[in-house]
């Protein structure tokens, strides 16, 4: 008489093992997780992108500055160039080099100024690039903040149906028989959670399969009684 209060304690166990397992399946595999892992990705690459733009964008300001500064001293050397030419009371010859000096330094400040205008409009198509992506980054920021949040939230409300769970394992455990409980979760492991069923009809409740009236006379004898077919503890 004990040992089939046991046996049947025993199912209490395993319905509630089998709730607390569906639990944690649930809070492994909340939607919300792969969303958060896929956004941590988007977001770890959009960062990335981020930080080279910036490199990009501030390596063209840097080339501004520089060519803005050449550009500085040769305008100034050409303005001395053309002064002294225009004082005149120079030679043939060196008012004729020095011609062509202004000539030369007219047209490389030409093309210095070309390349500054090239370099500042690099640097706009730069800069609204630099700002897109840090639009890119403060969304993406937030939405992984949104999803922390609802996974916490998640988890708060499984944990809790856990503990609740746990706490009635807890007492349904001293109930029964020590070395059943060690099969019992012996075969939970090896069987895909479950450990026990009940023989309703002639069925096993672990696999599903048909038992004979001969067998279950066989399965009788047995101390637990265990399928036949899937050697369950078979509560008979
Ligand atoms: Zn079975």
Redesign the pocket.
């Known amino acids: 008489m004990e040992e089939l209060k046991s046996l049947a304690d025993l199912l209490d166990l395993q319905s509630v093992d089998l709730e607390i397992d569906r639990l944690l399946h649930e809070r492994e595999s909340l939607p919300e997780l792969a969303s958060f892992k896929e956004t941590h990705q988007r977001l770890t690459a959009a960062g990335q992108q981020l930080e080279e733009a910036r490199g990009g964008l501030r390596e063209t300001t840097l080339a501004i500055d520089k060519t803005n500064g050449e550009l500085e001293i040769a305008e100034e050397k050409l303005s001395q160039e053309q002064m002294r030419l225009y004082a005149g009371g120079l030679s043939a010859r060196d008012a004729d080099y020095l011609r062509r000096e202004v000539e030369m330094l007219t047209r490389k400040k030409g093309e210095m100024e070309e390349e500054v205008l090239e370099l500042m409009e690099r640097g706009e198509t730069q800069d609204s690039e630099v700002e897109a992506m840090v639009a890119d980054v403060d969304e993406l920021t937030a939405a992984k903040h949104n999803l922390e949040t609802a996974i916490t939230e998640a988890w708060k409300g499984i944990d809790g149906r856990l503990a609740g769970k746990e706490e009635r394992k807890a007492s349904v455990v001293p109930l029964i028989d020590e070395d059943l409980v060690e099969l019992y979760e012996d075969l939970r492991k090896a069987k895909g959670g479950v450990g026990v069923?009940r023989l309703a009809d002639g069925v096993?409740?672990?696999?599903?399969?048909r038992?004979t009236e001969a067998e279950e006379i066989e399965v009788r004898r047995e101390d637990p009684p265990r399928?036949?077919?899937?050697?369950?503890i078979?509560v008979v």
């Open positions: 069923g096993c409740g672990g696999c599903h399969l038992i399928c036949i077919h899937c050697r369950r078979l």
